[in-house]
T-cell receptor
Framework: GQSLEQPSEVTAVEGAIVQINCTYQ??????LSWYQQHDGGAPTFLSY????GLEETGRFSSFLSRSDSYGYLLLQELQMKDSASYFC????????????FGSGTRLLVRP | GAVVSQHPSRVICKSGTSVKIECRSL??????MFWYRQFPKQSLMLMAT?????????EQGVEKDKFLINHASLTLSTLTVTSAHPEDSSFYIC????????????FGQGTRLTVV
């Protein structure tokens, strides 16, 4: 089966940097993704890592270490609008490439 | 990114009735569609995976006779909640994918189902 673990909540102040970690277990790993979801809304894609290393997209960066089954999402220059839930997700090629989500991390950005 | 349209966004129904939720991929061919359910402050739980023209594969614990999934074309999948009960009240979200672009998942807007 698949499992992903991430912290349940993180609080940070506006302008700061925050890192959200994710550890995973899956048989047919096909990349680690990150999604943002505001309350009542649908998840929106943030980033995808298939290979080890850091991917940077504006204020957001994502890192993957396949040997450690570990990744993180780094959010810089935090803004109030970044308050949301963040999910890591793995796609499993052994299971019709289904996308399995972690438990989610609620990020609260304070002024 | 690709556009996935889900309808309705909100629905209230009486216990015992059935509700159909539609998920359309508007600008690409969705070879695979995924249906998720999300309870408040929880993660997205995969209910089933459907490939166009074939039967859906349901996750363990999901009743296939209660949650009927049809994926008759490359642009449309439907989820029908049959004989709905209050415990079926939840946020249902579809995701469309194309095997050529499995790096990113495209989600519908979600459907808030309330069974009274």
């Amino acid at each position: 089966g698949q499992s992903l673990e991430q912290p349940s909540e993180v609080t940070a102040v506006e302008g700061a940097i925050v890192q959200i970690n994710c550890t995973y277990q899956t048989s047919g790993f096909y990349g680690l993704s990150w999604y943002q979801q505001h309350d009542g809304g649908a998840p929106t894609f943030l980033s995808y890592n298939a290979l080890d290393g850091l991917e940077e997209t504006g204020r957001f960066s994502s890192f993957l270490s396949r040997s450690d089954s570990y990744g993180y999402l780094l959010l810089q220059e935090l803004q109030m609008k970044d308050s949301a839930s963040y999910f890591c997700a793995v796609r499993d090629r052994d299971s019709s490439y289904k996308l399995i989500f972690g438990s989610g991390t609620r990020l609260l950005v304070r002024p | 990114g690709a556009v996935v349209s889900q309808h309705p966004s909100r629905v209230i129904c009486k216990s015992g009735t059935s509700v159909k939720i539609e998920c359309r991929s508007l600008d690409f061919q969705a070879t695979t569609m995924f249906w998720y359910r999300q309870f408040p402050k929880q993660s997205l739980m995969l209910m089933a995976t459907s490939n166009e023209g074939s039967k859906a594969t349901y996750e363990q614990g999901v009743e296939k006779d209660k949650f009927l999934i049809n994926h008759a074309s490359l642009t449309l999948s439907t989820l029908t909640v049959t004989s709905a009960h209050p415990e079926d009240s939840s946020f249902y979200i579809c995701s469309a994918a194309n095997r050529a672009r499995f790096t990113e998942a495209f989600f519908g807007q979600g459907t808030r189902l309330t069974v009274v």
